[in-house]
């Protein structure tokens, strides 16, 4: 029988109660019991696909193509696991679901009301993961924090779920902030008597509480928090905030929250074995000589919008025992004071994906400099776009080559619609999503760093390479090292004259893990490192 494990948040969002569902995945795997995680998102829309990364970050595409809060990709880095849509629900997704049924007759005589038939469908994703994932547990983040009006059916499910599957089987994990007054330099515990206050209204006792704090939490506060909240004293568990998230899960096993968790549900555990974490985590916190790579996008300031990206970044460093110094460069900063100026020290561009024309001259901008100064450069889905559309402008000697996403009437459409999306209208999960097979061209940048010659990645566009263009290109010394296996689509392109330009449609940030970095990510971190910009001094070698 699957056990499951329900994460609500307190006081605040944002405190990282993403880190600490995976954490808690991570340190259940260590004792090899199996798992499963989902997100429930409180939010109408169905998915995250449509929105702002302003608003949301990060989109997460998942191996079956579903468009997902950016906390997967947490999930999946810790735990290691490929997730599915089933992994991620949203209030958009559960209400559709109930009114189809209504419209279909489903329910016919009856009143549709929150209590039981929206309850109901949402504890029906939980069991259906259980059920696909057959996992010992099912750990489920419930979006947003305790009180917030569009959460409430949410944490009526949850409540419900203690009857359904017996109270043996549930799990209550609440994570709070503690703020810190500095005028009287103490952690107060007051709001998260409040937020665990308003869960026992619904009727939920917490039997796990995890307090956020920048600052260390004495044992006082613990008992406090015990006391006022009716929570076993060990099983309030402090979460100092630390360098590096992959520390999460040490520090949660150092204070017994993985043996707690097991004892308290029962579990068959094997010893834990965090090895391979912990060595990690000292990697990671002792990094090597940086590598400057500047990041050049449309939502710089949000860094979460490149979540994916940013730790992708981080895992090939670790692979070459350096860290990164990572410049986050607007792309409209670009076309405004010019690439010298903002990327005069980068060892290597990247570009990211994105929609829309704001700064794609930027980024234009951006690759012609990397192309023109031998600087590795690593185009990721818009990437790509960017990368072609700047070789064409040089290659057919014109400055009209273009997308037509940004210019629909360009004499040279060089990435156009890919023909099943030219007559869709409805713009939610309609892209070309989820994983295709991308077969590598012997001999290419590509397909040395894949070391193989079929390859599965995943995909979140509605433009792509037009083929009007493929021989002109070619000939100009664009390669075309990764193909759709039936020949017809670009998926992964390189520059023949280049030390290494590489760019692909497909996103692969998200399939990089800790310790397992992706191999584009670590051929162009691995040759980055070795590029010495204008002013930089050769590492003195060490005499043996
Ligand atoms: N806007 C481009 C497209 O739709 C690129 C998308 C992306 O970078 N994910 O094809």
Redesign the pocket.
């Known amino acids: 029988m699957t056990k499951y494990i329900f994460i609500t948040g307190g006081v605040v969002s944002s405190v990282g109660k993403g880190i600490t569902v995976a954490s808690i995945g991570t340190i259940l795997k260590s004792r090899q019991i199996t798992v499963s995680v989902q997100k429930l998102d409180p939010y109408l829309n169905v998915d995250p696909g449509t929105m702002s990364p302003y608003q949301h970050g990060e989109v997460f595409v998942t191996q079956d193509g579903a468009e997902t809060d950016l906390d997967l990709g947490n999930y999946e880095r810790f735990i290691d696991v490929n997730l599915t849509a089933d992994s991620n629900v949203t209030s958009g997704q559960i209400y559709s679901a109930v009114i189809a049924k209504e419209r279909r007759g489903d329910f016919l005589g009856g009143t549709i009301q929150v209590v039981p038939h929206v309850t109901t469908e949402i504890k029906e994703r939980f069991k259906k993961l259980a059920q696909k994932s057959q996992a010992e547990v099912v750990i489920i983040e419930v979006g947003g924090t305790v009180g917030d009006i569009e959460g409430q059916p949410f944490l009526e499910a949850i409540r419900q779920m203690r009857n359904d599957v017996g109270r043996d089987n549930v799990l209550y994990v609440h994570v709070t902030l503690l703020p810190y007054l500095t005028s009287t330099q103490e952690l107060k515990t007051k709001p998260t008597q409040h937020s665990v206050n308003e869960l026992r209204r619904i009727g939920i006792q917490p039997d796990i509480i995890i307090c956020r704090s920048d600052y260390p939490i004495s044992e006082g506060i613990r008992d406090k928090i015990s006391l006022f909240c009716d929570v076993d004293r060990q099983a309030v568990i402090p979460l100092p905030t630390v360098s590096t998230i992959y520390e999460v899960p040490l520090v949660l096993e150092e204070e017994g929250l993985g043996q707690l968790v097991v004892d308290k549900l029962s579990l068959k555990a094997q010893p834990t074995d965090l090895s391979q974490w912990r060595e990690l985590v000292t990697c990671l916190k002792a990094p090597g000589e940086p590598v400057n790579i500047a990041l050049v996008g449309k939502y710089v300031e949000l860094k979460d919008a490149y979540f994916s990206v940013r730790e992708a970044l981080y895992h090939a460093a670790l692979y070459h025992n350096r860290d990164i110094n990572l410049t986050w460069v607007a792309s409209e900063a670009v076309e405004r004071d010019g690439s010298d100026a903002l990327l005069r020290s980068a060892q290597g561009i990247i570009v990211?994906?994105?929609?829309?024309v704001r700064g794609i001259e930027g980024m234009i901008k951006a690759a012609s400099y990397a192309r023109n100064n031998e600087i590795p450069y690593l185009g990721?889905?818009?990437?790509m776009?960017v990368m072609v559309i700047e070789f064409a402008r040089y290659a057919l000697g014109s400055a009209e080559p273009n997308?037509t996403?940004f210019d629909a009437s360009t004499p040279y459409p060089v990435?156009d619609l890919l023909p099943e999306q030219k007559n869709i209208e409805n713009k939610g999960g309609t892209?070309r999503l989820g994983n295709y097979p991308c077969q590598l061209v012997q001999g290419s940048h590509a397909a040395s760093a894949f070391g193989q010659s079929l390859v599965y990645e995943r995909h979140?566009?509605?433009?792509?390479f037009n083929n009007e263009f493929r021989s002109r290109l070619g000939e100009a010394g664009m390669v075309y090292s990764g193909l759709s296996p039936d020949g017809k689509l670009v998926e992964v392109c390189e520059l023949a004259n280049h030390q290494w330009m590489v760019s692909c449609q497909f996103?692969p940030e998200f399939g990089s893990r800790p310790g397992r970095p992706h191999p584009l990510f670590r051929d162009f971190i691995g040759i980055a490192k070795d590029i010495l910009r204008e002013g930089a001094q050769p590492p003195l070698l060490s005499f043996k």
């Not at 979140?460 to 792509?464: D, L």
């Open positions: 990211p994906g994105g929609f829309g990721l889905c818009l990437g776009h997308s996403e990435i892209m979140r566009h509605r433009f792509e996103h």
